[in-house]
Structure formats: C-alpha cells, structure tokens
C-alpha cells in the first residue's frame, strides 16, 4: 500500500531552499495586514539562504515538518531568552505553509520542539505572539498556553502588542 508519508525531523543542509520558501510564504501570510509592508518584506529577506545554513550548520534547535518528501514547515527552539522563570525553554517560531495549515501539522512540530526541550532540560516553554495574530493566538491557547506576560515592539514606526504564552511540563 502506497501512502503520503509525513515526518517532523532535524533541519538539513539539503532542505535550506525549501525552509527559505516556507519561512517567506508564511511570514508575509500571517504578518500581511498587521506589520507594516515595508518593514516585513525587510524581516522577510533577512532571512535568506546564509542565514538558515548558518542556524543549521551551528546546530541551533530547528526541526522540520516534511510531507511527501517536502518541507512543509519548520519550528525553531532553545534556551529562553528573557529569562522569564520559571520558563526556561522558548520556541523562537513555529511556521507552517499556508497550504498546510489547520490539518495538525503545526501540533505535531509543536508537541516535537516541547520533547525536545524537556529532553534539554527545559520542561516549561514560552511562546511570545504577536497579540494582533489572531490564528497564532488561537493555536497557542488550544494548546493551553496561558498568557503571562506582555510586551511591546516596534515594526516600521508601529507599536504592536506582543504576549508570551506558558507551558508547563509536556
């Protein structure tokens, strides 16, 4: 029996192209409408090519989603870096293609940064979202994710609301 085979996995140098394509559909997908043009192509084409060789040959924590022999997505995690307690682990971004989203897939790279975490020693995570995002909002709260703090930042001139959300133990 023939199938379409799905597996979440280490980023690898051969999949760079295809994180780039991912990370810009994405990105101007969820944050068209809510960060400045200008500003977000900017934030876009900053991250090119060298910048995910470079994240993937350091061995940053960077997993990808790939369905039928694609990438289809990508999550990236670590060390939280605000040093919010008791939240010692952090997912930088969570991003799946436009085409693939609201079938699970973002769960299944979700629940993969969380192991991986705990594994490292960080059993409780933060997520920080844009407050304006809404679909970003709703999957971090289905997960059960409580808000515990919030910031600002600013985009091109604009002044936008940010939360982090908590987990605790996977």
Request: glycine residues 12%; charged residues 20%; positive net charge.
């Amino acid at each position: 029996m023939d199938g379409i085979v799905i597996a979440v996995r280490p980023a690898l140098i051969t999949d760079v192209e295809e994180i780039v394509q991912v990370h810009d559909c994405a990105w101007r997908s969820a944050y068209r409408g809510i960060i400045p043009g200008r500003e977000l192509e900017r934030m876009v084409s900053r991250r090119g090519h060298n910048w995910w060789r470079s994240a993937i040959l350091r061995g940053s924590g960077l997993l990808v989603f790939e369905f039928a022999g694609a990438v289809a997505g990508y999550v990236s995690f670590g060390r939280n870096r605000t040093r919010t307690p008791p939240f010692t682990g952090e997912v930088f971004e969570l991003y799946v293609s436009p085409s693939h989203q609201g079938l699970g897939f973002g769960t299944l790279l979700f629940d993969a940064a969380r192991r991986k975490l705990a594994a490292h020693g960080h059993p409780s995570v933060l997520v920080w979202v844009l407050a304006d995002n809404g679909p970003a909002m709703e999957f971090y709260q289905a997960r059960g994710g409580d808000v515990i703090c919030e910031a600002r930042e600013s985009f091109g001139g604009e002044n936008l609301k940010r939360l982090a959300f908590g987990f605790c133990k996977p």
